[in-house]
């Protein structure tokens, strides 16, 4: 009962490249279960370094109802200076604890279920804003582990992709994204300067604030992944049917859709949340660009790391430590 189990990230690599197309399905169904009232989803903490104002550490808690009863708490650093050192900008771990005690039972490396949860939950929004799984020209700006784990589970889904031009500040980096996508997946990708004939955009950087100013930049009927956040200036998303994760935790933290609240003071631009979409809800009328901007809610790192904790436990790939806690028993049983 009270084993503590710990994932590398070697088990969590497989785990998640074998059933990409099933975590998207189950992102899909926690968007939903969210929706439903599900779930705790408490605000993210920021831990923030006064001298290097780009790096931060954030504390994600949820808690998964229903036939989980688990909570968790995932604890992710973001130092973009690492990709100087060819080190992942991201680094991370997930805990685990059981619903009905309390106690955690499982730490995982996250970082790469941080990326298959964002990349998931770009996929849901792709399907269900583009209406299918066929697009002549996507356009991926920043070339990093996040953009290649999207182009990833597209794949997975069968997605059709015509051609797939990619921009990065670093030519190199996106000269290595366009052949991973080719070599991988078969698809026809190139360095690009321009997303100017782009049907989907994908914006996957590490900018801490807008660079893209221009309300012309997209035309109507566009669909934009906003995945990084604030990228996209306060005058493009006012002018743009905005569809979020949750109202709530987007609107902060300085993303483009918070720099717009601010700016104007109204939420007027928010059409609704994907949630809403999947069920009908709502639809962009399709005379503005689309812009789905994800924070990324704790619970869909739960749902991530549930599924792959199942499988290292049935894989025998998980590391057990079976006295980790030292003593379980309130008051220790002694004979005289």
């Known amino acids: 009962m009270f084993d503590f189990h710990v994932i590398d ?26 929706h439903a009232g599900d779930f705790r989803n408490p605000g993210s903490g920021f831990l923030r370094f006064p001298d290097r104002p780009d790096c931060r550490i954030i504390a994600l808690p949820a808690h998964l109802g229903g036939d989980y009863d688990i909570a968790g708490l995932k604890w992710i650093a973001s130092f973009p200076s690492n990709i100087t050192a060819n080190v992942p900008r991201a680094s991370a771990v997930l805990l685990l604890n059981d ?10 490396e996250a970082a790469q279920i941080s ?49 797939i031009d990619i921009h990065d500040l670093n030519s190199d980096y996106a000269a ?3 052949q991973h996508a080719t070599a991988a997946h078969g698809y026809e ?7 100017s ?25 566009r669909l934009v992944l906003n995945i990084s ?3 996209l200036a306060p005058e493009i998303i006012v002018e743009a049917d905005n569809i979020l994760d949750s109202v709530e935790h987007c609107l902060t933290a300085n993303t483009s859709p918070h720099l717009a609240e601010q700016r104007y003071g109204h939420r007027d631009f928010v059409t609704g949340t994907l949630a809403q979409v999947l069920l009908g809800q709502v639809k962009p009328a399709g005379d503005r660009p689309v812009i789905f901007s994800p924070f990324g809610m704790g619970v869909l790192d739960l749902v991530v790391g549930w599924h792959v904790f199942r499988g290292a436990v049935a894989a025998d790939r998980t590391h057990t430590i079976t006295d980790f806690f030292g003593q379980t028993e309130r008051w220790a049983t002694t004979h005289a």
């Not at 990708?189 to 997303?195: D, L, R, W």
């Open 197 to 221: 004939d782009a049907d989907i955009v994908i914006f996957a950087t590490t900018a801490g604030e807008p660079h893209v100013t221009d309300p012309k930049t997209f035309r109507p009927g």
């Open 229 to 231: 956040l604030r990228d």
């Open 99 to 108: 619903g009905a005690t309390g106690y955690p039972f499982a730490c995982l």
């Open 189 to 195: 990708a190139a360095v690009a300067n321009s997303i």
């Open 115 to 163: 990326a298959a949860r964002t990349a998931a939950s770009a996929a849901v929004a792709a399907e269900a804003l583009h209406g299918s799984h066929t697009v002549d020209r996507v356009a991926v700006v920043g070339a990093g582990v996040i953009a290649r784990t999207i182009i990833d589970f597209l794949a997975a889904r069968e997605w059709k992709i015509g051609r």
């Open 9 to 34: 990230g070697t088990a969590v690599r497989q785990i998640v490249a074998d059933d990409r197309a099933h975590l998207t399905n189950l992102i899909r169904e926690a968007y939903l279960a969210h």
């Open 176 to 178: 290595l994204l366009a």
